[in-house]
């Protein structure tokens, strides 16, 4: 894609099975894939991506990872295993110190794939894909299966890290047996682990995700053009694309894989001639260094498929990016076939409240503004004076296919302080209050089971359920205040609960 100038800027996997559940969901479950219109074909199986997003106990909503160290053989290696929030991204953190004496020399982070006794095929996949970031040491996944019944039996593949978060894909031809005879037999795994090991090392590693991943031709089939441009990275003729001049409410999908990329909302005219966006779904375009070493990439989380280009400092659209997509890389999808839903939250500075619910898999888009208030079409100004009865709050929509009220919810109280009676941290003010603004009775019933739960738990909830009424966007200023920023929350952090 070409940056506009001058005059003219300013113009301008699944298995075939038809149940396949989460792994982080609950334990003793399998991974979970992506379905496809032909149900023969295999694209990705998640193995963990630690969202937990299992709506039952704590042991149910957290895979069973379990620390093995080198201990147990009389090694003297030590290390922890941590679930949280790190870089805005929920992961496993394993550190420790590996130490070679006494034959010793590994800590591990381990899962088990075991479904009712039952070993995981993953014959007809690829190999393992990771989302890490090392400390610069060299890790390894460690697999075990029906021939590997020992602890120290295992088949092991080694990777860098570069203290950057990587997308490593790792295929089954990599993996060289220890203290095994039998080649690896995909069809028939009993567990996956991520393991500093071999050597002395402080270990320290971040885990955002790890998947079975399939061949590249599992999705869909391109024609030569499409490959030409979404895999060989080329770039169609300015003004020639279907969706240049498209301005329709829907939302634009990837052409290769089917993943949602961005709404029409964020759409604009730039006049370059090819689609342009100034805003993406959370967590849906990778940015990466372009082959030209001038510009950035873009292309799809999901699929690694190319997109376009992104480009900042032109001041077409107040938010100040332009997203230059190929309209072959896109598909659309009018907003009429779309089923979503909405949900409204408040939990002080809505700064904060947004950006944790931003990010949440499944969540199309957020809004911030006020509502529960007397005043109609309040201000900032206003809202600050503590008098118009407003709360500061977030518009969530979702797709129920992928989230659930319970979820959000969850997280709206694993992300502020609901403790706290008209304030949250240091900004204090009815305006600030912990509140969930229902719009069904089902929402309601899901907002009082959750708080009836918090408080058999101990809490004292100062949260008010209270229904729903008209919602009143704010300045556009506050809208993704901490992305377009790059700052996080200074009062808003996520910690376990339920």
């Known amino acids: 894609m070409k940056r506009i100038k001058g005059r003219t800027a300013k113009l301008a996997l699944l298995f075939s ?238 052409k290769r894989c089917g993943a949602k990329l961005y709404e029409s909302s964020s759409k604009f005219n730039s006049g370059c001639g090819w689609p342009a966006f100034d805003d993406e779904i959370p967590g849906a375009v990778k940015r990466l260094p372009d082959r030209d070493g001038i510009r950035t990439e873009i292309i799809c989380a999901n699929c690694g498929g190319h997109l376009g280009h992104v480009f900042t400092g032109e001041r077409l659209t107040d938010k100040n990016i332009r997203h230059c997509v190929n309209s072959i890389s896109i598909d659309f999808v009018p907003a009429g076939e779309i089923k979503t839903e909405r949900a409204i939250f408040a939990s002080g500075c809505f700064w904060g409240t947004e950006y944790h619910l931003k990010r949440a898999p499944g969540v199309i888009s957020t809004t911030v503004g006020y509502t529960g208030g007397s005043v109609p079409n309040p201000t900032y100004k206003q809202v600050c004076t503590d008098k118009t009865g407003h709360a500061e709050a977030v518009d969530v929509t979702y797709d129920p296919a992928k989230t659930s009220y319970e979820k959000l919810a969850r997280l709206f109280f694993e992300t502020h302080d609901f403790t706290q009676l008209n304030r949250q941290g240091p900004d204090i003010g009815k305006q600030y209050r912990s509140a969930i603004f229902y719009l069904n009775e089902e929402q309601k019933k899901a907002a009082q089971s959750l708080i009836k739960t918090l408080k058999e738990k101990g809490f004292n909830v100062k949260t008010e359920v209270t229904e729903g009424t008209k919602f009143w966007p704010a300045e556009l200023y506050h809208q993704d205040y901490y992305q377009k920023n790059g700052k996080t929350p200074y009062c808003h952090v996520y910690r376990k609960i339920f």
């Open 17 to 254: 099975l038809a149940v396949v559940v989460v792994l982080t969901g609950a334990a003793k479950q399998e991974p979970k894939g992506t379905a496809e219109a032909d149900k023969t074909t295999l694209k990705t199986a998640l193995i963990d991506d630690f969202s937990y997003a299992d709506a039952g106990s704590e042991k149910k909503q957290r895979a069973k990872w379990q620390l093995i160290n080198d201990r147990a053989l009389g090694g003297a290696s030590k290390g922890r295993i941590e679930f949280g929030e790190y870089d805005g991204r929920k992961c496993l953190h394993m550190a420790g110190s590996v130490s070679a004496r006494n034959k010793g020399g590994f800590i591990q982070a381990r899962l088990s794939l075991l479904s009712k006794r039952k070993t995981f095929d993953a014959g007809k996949f690829k190999g393992i894909k990771l989302l890490v970031k090392g400390n610069g040491e060299s890790y390894a996944v460690n697999l075990q299966t029906n021939d590997a019944r020992l602890r120290w039996q295992h088949y092991k593949a080694v990777f860098p890290t570069s203290g950057k978060w990587q997308e490593i894909m790792i295929p089954f031809a990599k993996f060289k047996s220890t203290s095994l005879r039998k080649p690896l037999d995909t069809t028939s795994i009993r567990g996956v682990a991520i393991a500093a090991s071999g050597k002395k090392l402080d270990a320290d590693i971040f885990l955002d995700e790890i998947a079975f991943y399939g061949d590249k031709d599992m999705y869909k089939k391109l024609t030569p053009e499409e490959e030409r441009i979404i895999i060989n990275k080329g770039t169609e003729k300015p003004f020639t694309g279907k969706y240049d001049k498209h301005f329709e409410k829907g939302v634009y999908t990837c």
